[in-house]
Structures are given as C-alpha cells and as structure tokens.
C-alpha cells in the first residue's frame, strides 16, 4: 500500500445522502462494478447502449445512449459524484469538454489517451524509461518494410486504436503479408504501429490502483493464458515467478500510474520474455480481465477499489485469501449445447460446491465472454509448488469446460454420478 493520508472527500453531501458514481458503458465490467457499489452504499449510474447489456440488467439507474454522443455523456454524468469507465473509448474531447462544465472525470482524459492508443502509450513508456519491445509507426507500406529489414520476420502490427482481445493485431510472416495488410488497414483509416515479436516465455499482469491523493495499492502479480487472442485462465499469483521479478513489475506498474497521472485501477500486461526481462505490452486503465481473480481470492476486489480509488477514498487491502487462486473464462462454445446454463450451474454446484462462478447475463455466441470461474486453493499450498497449481487450475478450467461444453474433461456422468 501507499500513503496512509487521508482528506475530506471533494463533493458535499446532504444528510443520508451517498455520492453517484456515474460508469460509461454497460458490460460485465460495469455490471460487477454495480456489485461492489451496493456494498459500499453507493448508486452506480450506467451508460449502456442497450437496455440488453449486462449492466443494465441489473442496475437500476440506467442511461441509455452512445458512449460517443457529448449529449448523452452530459445526461449520464448530471448530478454526478465522479464519471469512470468500464472501457477506453469515450472520445477524448468530450471528456474535456464535460471536465470544462465540472464533472468529476476519473482517470482523466491525459491518462486515458495512453489506454485509448498504443502508439502515443509507446513514445511516453519510452521517454519514462518504462521496458517495451522495439516499435515504429507505420504510415506507408515503406515504413513497415523498414522495420522487417532491421527486426526481421515474424513482427506484429497493431491497430493503435480500438483493438481488443486480439482484434487489431496481425503477426506478419513475410514480405506479401506486409504489403496487403498495410494497404488494406490505412486504406480504410486504421493507423498503423510495428512491434517487434517478443520471444517470451509467458505473459503476465500487474493489475494496480491509484487514488486522486496518490495512494497507491498492488496486487499479486499474475500470469495470463490466451487463446486465440483472448484471456482463458489467469493465475494468482504468477506460478513460480521470482520475488524480485514479481516486485520489479509491481513498482513498474505503480511508476506507470504516477507519471501517467492514472486515477482507479491499472492493468499493466507484460511480457516476460525467454531471458528474464519483462516488458510492457498494454494498459488498461478501468477493472480488467486479468483481475477477476480478486472477486474471491483478495480481501479487496479491483471492483471495490476502482470504487474507492475513484470517489478518493482510503484504498482496500490486497492481501490474497488463499496461496493460489485461479480465474478460467466461460466462453461461448462454437456448437453451444442443448442444456441450458441453468442446469449447467446446477450440475457444477453440486460438484464443485466450492467454485464461484460469475455469469454476465449474456446469450450464447462462439468466443463470447459469459462469464468467469474462481476457484480457491486450499492447505498450506504455495504457487511456487507446481502441482498444487496445476490441481487448482485443473478443477478451475474443469468447471469453465463443463459450462461452456456440458461435457466433464474426465468423463463425469452427472446422472451416475462417476
């Protein structure tokens, strides 16, 4: 943790009366967001785009509208206590147009821009002394022939804005990959960033939150598994990470957050490569993927501390509950099957009384996040024991299979019973 000073809130309150925080977009990071808020007393307000989004299904202080219309934004943050987000989207003029008539916007425009695009997060990294792979704008096809010359094949190009969950990323293999790939992306407007390709040895997240005061908070460092671009299994902390390693990215992270002047919580994904370095990949700047963890295996969710850390409150503890705890996705299956999920749910709970599973209130679709699994290990187990981590990420994915699949990995009847 850092400092341990404390100041009055910057908002007046009436008697009773609790502060509104305002939370644009309606995804399942909204919707666990509303969660933690009930806890503390709060009234999360939601943007969401569809009455349908996860959010808004269970907050009941709904606006609806685009998170790129000023107009909604204004009506959303009306009588607000601080505006934050459940993604990096919102136009960067219209939060400086809503901080120019008060609102309270947390992180601020000036960090976010470094979550909204790779490129301009690159150049500053860089000036800061932060670790990141080799890179180069790419504004023509000569650029990017340019960089495969000094860094060679295979390197990744990257769309600076709006790629997610591996969208927006391209590794290129050779000379006529690069030139369609870069004609068809400026064609259409997508400005262009080359990285090279990291040779890594595993990808990992230092997942931080920073308050207005500049208190500062850290959670174990994790690791991170993806598949087809998105993040299937999380473990915390990191397998058999090194402690100084571990808290080297820490205090890369927490670095991060200060000088970029980053306000709630901060996703910092890493690489560490073959030769013990890390290096940084991405941020996010909002509760991410890689933290769900927390829900169940900290004393303080990145859900509550984004909460806290926004409204300038005191911030949590991050001391996990357990020696490992792992995170496994639910994803849509491609052939979804003909049990429902609520009889899904019913089956894992009997089984695995001791999983918690988080469902988004999504309907099925191949790929789709659905939901998360937590499981909680047990004993006197250690993360640098292997195979107290493999039992425990074993039964996490063993639980994530059967609610995507309705098919047990080791061949459980449900009926039978074996």
């Not at 009930?38 to 269970?58: F, H, N, T, Y």
């Not at 943050?77 to 008539?101: M, R, W, Y």
């Not at 790939?181 to 931080?208: D, I, W, Y």
Request: some cysteine; aromatic content about 4%; hydrophobic content about 40%.
């Amino acid at each position: 943790m850092g400092t341990d000073q404390v100041r009055a809130p910057q908002y007046q309150r009436t008697a009773n009366a609790m502060p509104t925080v305002v939370m644009v977009g309606g995804g399942q990071l909204a919707r666990m967001t509303h969660q933690a808020a009930i806890a503390l007393g709060q009234s999360l307000r939601v943007l969401a785009a569809s009455p349908d989004e996860s959010a808004a299904q269970v907050a009941r202080d709904v606006v609806l509208g685009r998170h790129d219309d000023l107009d909604a934004l204004r009506k959303a943050a009306s009588g607000s206590t601080v505006l934050t987000f459940d993604h990096e989207h919102v136009p960067p003029q219209h939060l400086e147009t809503l901080i120019s008539e008060g609102v309270n916007v947390q992180p601020p425009p000036a960090a976010l821009i470094h979550a909204q695009d790779k490129l301009i997060m690159r150049r500053r990294l860089e000036a800061i002394g932060a670790p990141v792979p080799p890179f180069a704008e790419v504004q023509s096809v000569a650029d990017a022939e340019k960089f495969a010359e000094t860094h060679g094949y295979p390197f990744v190009l990257k769309a600076t804005r709006g790629g997610y969950d591996g969208k927006g990323v391209w590794i290129v293999d050779n000379a006529a990959e690069l030139e369609k790939l870069v004609t068809e992306s400026l064609a259409a407007g997508t400005t262009l960033l080359a990285e090279e390709k990291v040779n890594m040895r595993r990808e990992l997240s230092a997942m931080v939150a920073r308050s207005p005061l500049g208190q500062g908070a850290t959670w174990p460092v994790v690791e991170t598994v993806q598949r087809n671009g998105v993040c299937a299994v999380v473990m915390a902390p990191a397998p058999a990470l090194a402690d100084s390693t571990a808290a080297q990215a820490q205090q890369l992270a927490l670095r991060i957050a200060e000088t970029l002047g980053v306000t709630g919580c901060l996703a910092v994904e890493l690489f560490e490569t073959e030769d013990g370095r890390i290096l940084v990949n991405e941020l996010a700047m909002r509760p991410h993927n890689s933290g769900h963890w927390t829900m169940d295996g900290a004393v303080t969710s990145q859900f509550e501390q984004h909460i806290r850390a926004t409204l300038d409150y005191p911030l949590g503890d991050t001391s996990p509950t357990a020696p490992v705890t792992v995170m496994a996705n639910i994803l849509g299956a491609d052939n979804p099957p003909t049990m429902s999920m609520d009889e899904r749910v019913h089956h894992l709970c009997a089984r695995m009384p001791e999983a918690k599973v988080h469902l988004y209130g999504k309907g099925e679709r191949p790929g789709r996040k659905l939901g998360h699994v937590n499981v909680r290990g047990t004993g006197t187990g250690s993360h640098h024991d292997a195979e107290y981590v493999h039992q425990v990420r074993e039964k996490a994915e063993m639980a994530a299979h059967w609610l995507i699949h309705a098919v047990w990995t080791d061949g459980w009847d449900p009926h039978s019973g074996h």
